[in-house]
């Protein structure tokens, strides 16, 4: 089993920055899955929103996302960060930590329990 702590989210105005943050732990961790996030909006479906390689090698980005979010990982501590700038009324969301074993199709194989970031206008 795997078992991912989000911490770091909260309200915000529009234009603030927010960095997200998720532990992994357990058995079946390993250093070489791929972490990343989602997020669900209101009355919206999950959406994927970043991913990074094992070691940082690469990362993938949601288009809505890309040149405001960072994501970035330290394996030392098994955990991965979301930096968010420039944030939108439309980033509101639950955002949920994931691994997955594959980077490429990258969906989620474990899953955080989600913390709210709200963007007022």
């Known amino acids: 089993q795997v078992q991912l702590v989000e911490s770091g989210g909260g309200l915000v105005q529009a234009g603030d920055s927010l960095r997200l943050s998720c532990a992994a732990s357990g058995r079946s961790f390993s250093i070489y899955y791929a972490m990343g996030w989602f997020r669900q909006g209101p009355g919206a479906a999950r959406e994927f929103v970043a991913a990074?390689?094992?070691?940082?090698?690469?990362?993938n980005y949601a288009d809505s996302v890309k040149g405001r979010f960072t994501i970035s990982r330290d394996d030392d501590k098994n955990t991965v960060y979301l930096q968010m700038s420039n944030l939108k009324p439309e980033d509101t969301a639950v955002y949920y930590c994931?691994?997955?074993?594959?980077?490429?199709?990258?969906?989620?194989?474990?899953w955080g329990q989600g913390t709210q970031v709200t963007v007022s206008s």
């Open positions: 990074v390689m094992w070691g940082g090698l690469r990362t």
């Open positions: 994931a691994v997955d074993p594959n980077f490429q199709s990258f969906s989620g194989q474990y």
